[in-house]
Every structure is written in C-alpha cells, then in structure tokens.
C-alpha cells in the first residue's frame, strides 16, 4: 500500500491509537473495581447497622432501602467492569491486527491486508462501543449513588438513621 510505506507514522498512528484506549480501559477499570470494594465494604456496614434493629422499624425500612440500592450499584458497575474489560481486550486485538496488517502491507499481500484491516476496524468499534456502553452503565450507577446519598442525608436529619 503506498500511503502505508511512504509514510512510516501511518503504521504507527495506526497502533497508537488502540494502544491509548487500552490504556483508557484499564483506567477505567481500575476505578470500576475501586467502587465495587467501596460498594461490598458499605453493604456490610449496612447489613451490622440494620441487624441490631427490628423489622418494624423506620431504620429497618432506611437500611433496607439502601441494601437494595447496593445491589443495583453492584450489578451497575459488575457490568461496567465487563465492558471495560471487553473493549481492553479488543482494543488489544485491534493493535495486534495493525501490527501484523502493517508487515502484510509491506509484504505486499492485498488481500490479506484488507482482510487484517476490515478485522482490526471492527475490533476497534466493538471497543469504542463496549467502552461507551461501560461508560453509560458508569453514570448510571453515580446517579444512583448520589441519589442514596441524597436520601440518607435527609433521613439524618430527620434523626430516622443513626
């Protein structure tokens, strides 16, 4: 291909760019995972503070409320940390895709070369589109974070919640 070899910073731009995402992905999944522990340590603390009460209780009902929304953040972010890792490993696969339609090209095979192209471009929008979703899946499990959070202060206030 005569862009590819007259230009050598096309190969490697070609590279840089899943390798950037890669790193992107493992970022956001190091955060991911960061939350999740953040999520199980404050289950428990929940699951102690509702156990000392009885089931009639307004803070019976708070805890529980809030048990209910840890495990939707848990399955909110369990997902996010799939599709973070899920675009990790494609745009993996698309740099090594680049890596080897970049000797294809200069080895002067088309066909395979296209093949390599066509294969690395649709692992790298699997990526970008697992990337997103993950995000997605990261907002929502904020908003409901900052929601809990919301009603806890007030039930603070209110003296409902120790």
Do not use: W
């Not at 995402?21 to 953040?38: D, E, K, W, Y």
């Not at 940390?81 to 696969?93: E, I, W």
């Amino acid at each position: 291909m005569p862009g590819m070899m007259e230009n050598p910073f096309a190969a490697l731009t070609v590279v840089v760019a899943p390798a950037m995402l890669t790193n992107a992905c493992s970022v956001l999944a190091l955060g991911t995972a960061t939350r999740i522990g953040r999520v199980v340590d404050r289950t428990r603390i929940v699951i102690v503070a509702r156990g000392a009460l009885t089931k009639g209780m307004p803070e019976y009902h708070a805890y529980s409320m809030q048990l209910r929304h840890l495990q939707t953040r848990g399955i909110l972010l369990r997902h996010a940390l799939r599709m973070f890792y899920a675009a990790l490993g494609s745009f993996a696969a698309s740099a090594l895709i680049a890596v080897a339609g970049t000797i294809l090209a200069a080895s002067d095979l088309q066909v395979a070369f296209r093949t390599a192209a066509v294969i690395g471009l649709g692992m790298g929008a699997a990526g970008v589109s697992t990337l997103v979703a993950g995000c997605v899946q990261m907002v929502r499990e904020t908003r409901l974070a900052i929601q809990t959070m919301a009603e806890e202060v007030e039930l603070a206030e209110t003296g409902k919640l120790a």
